[in-house]
């Protein structure tokens, strides 16, 4: 199974700042990573697909990138609506796996 | 609108069976993979399951593979999970999702919550 190891599990930040969250999966796994917001008691909100690409309505202050086997979420400007838990799934192959989360304070 | 509609959670003893239901709208139904996704404390975000537009290939989390078995009925634009000997570990909110090879999961449903306990 590919494990996704998500950093920081925590992070305090302020509106305005600019933060990233990293994912390492533990084998290739392409450009088929995505990134999900989730607020409490609400189901995940899908960000981002294929490492990169903003789904529809995402705002442009959310940026995803890649480095080899590192993803990295960026959020820039940070809204009080962006106070959430972050999480990073691979979908190149089954069993799909997710991160452990990065919860945004 | 796109919309995904759960039903079917509730308590349930260990070694009970329970089907939960997802009923999508908005969308071409008969075109999307499917999958379900539980999620504890504990574990976080778990792969379940997942079913292609056809139901013709299914896959199973060895956690619950032989135990939940994944379906749909394109006619009335349906996903089920029907999971069966259920464990305590099986307790978990349970989220349905529209599934694409290259979009991944970008619509969730609202999620239902299982337990299992006597």
């Known amino acids: 199974d590919i494990q996704m190891t998500q950093s920081p599990s925590s992070l305090s930040a302020s509106v305005g700042d600019t933060i990233t969250i990293t994912c390492r999966a533990s084998?290739?796994?392409?450009?088929?990573l995505a990134w999900f917001q989730q607020s409490p008691g609400k189901a995940p909100k899908s960000l981002i697909h294929?490492?990169?690409n903003l789904q529809s309505g995402v705002p442009s202050r959310f940026t995803g990138a890649e480095s080899g086997t590192d993803f990295t979420l960026t959020i820039t400007n940070l809204q009080p609506e962006d106070f959430a838990t972050y999480y990073c799934?691979?979908?190149?192959?089954?069993?799909?796996?997710f991160g452990g989360g990065t919860r945004v304070e | 609108e796109v919309h995904l509609s759960q039903s079917g959670g509730g308590l349930i003893q260990p070694g009970g069976s329970l089907r939960l239901s997802c009923a999508a709208s908005?969308?071409?139904?008969?075109?999307?993979?499917m999958s379900w996704v539980r999620q504890t404390p504990e574990k976080g975000l778990e792969w379940v399951s997942s079913?292609?537009?056809?139901?013709?290939?299914?896959n199973y989390a060895d956690s619950v593979r032989g135990r939940f078995f994944i379906s749909r009925d394109n006619s009335n634009g349906t996903m089920y999970l029907q999971m069966n000997s259920l464990r305590a570990e099986d307790t978990a909110v349970y989220y349905c999702?529209?599934?694409?090879?290259?979009?991944?999961?970008?619509?969730w449903g609202q999620g239902t919550t299982v337990i299992v306990s006597s």
């Open positions: 294929a490492t990169s």
């Open positions: 084998q290739a796994i392409s450009f088929y």
């Open positions: 908005g969308f071409s139904f008969s075109s999307y993979s």
């Open positions: 799934q691979q979908y190149n192959s089954y069993p799909l796996t």
């Open positions: 999702a529209k599934d694409h090879a290259l979009f991944s999961m970008d619509v």
């Open positions: 079913i292609t537009e056809s139901g013709d290939n299914t």
